[in-house]
């Protein structure tokens, strides 16, 4: 996929590039979940073996998953969130959040995200610690960063 003017600079854009398409992201909602190993990746989400083995390399190659053997013979692996991996969780809740607001069924959301330790529901919010407050998206500015191209 070639890269668009100015995308380069862009971490959305190249986020994008690894993980935006619809299989990538169920791939990794399976492995938040505990989903690992090839054949229940495949069977829980009806994907095509050869579009679950391009996404699975795609993945380990940048990073996001590693491959580790479960099964000696034959050699088998499973698939398993990096740090890097692990860093995506508050994207993809996002998404989830976005759906539960905008298209979930009259009946509220399918999956209702807990703490572990008390069974509460959670909250997903933007926290500045300087000022010790929560932040609402209308709140949000941006700025260029340290990694910003540099015009001439």
Sequence with gaps: MASQPGESACSIARTLEIIGDRWTLLILRDAFRGVRRFDELQRDL????????????????????ERQPYQQHP??????????????????????????????????????????????????????WHCDQTITPAGIASRPGPGAERSA
């Design 75 to 128: 050699v088998r692996y499973e698939y398993r969130l990096t740090s890097m991996g692990v860093d995506l969780s508050p994207a993809l809740v996002a998404l989830m959040r976005w759906g539960d607001h905008w298209l979930a069924a009259d009946g509220g959301p399918p999956t209702v995200l807990t703490h572990r330790a008390c069974g509460h529901p959670l909250d997903q919010t933007f926290i500045c």
């Design 46 to 65: 009806g994907i095509a073996r050869n579009i679950l083995t391009d996404r699975l390399q795609k993945l380990v190659a940048h990073g996001v998953l």
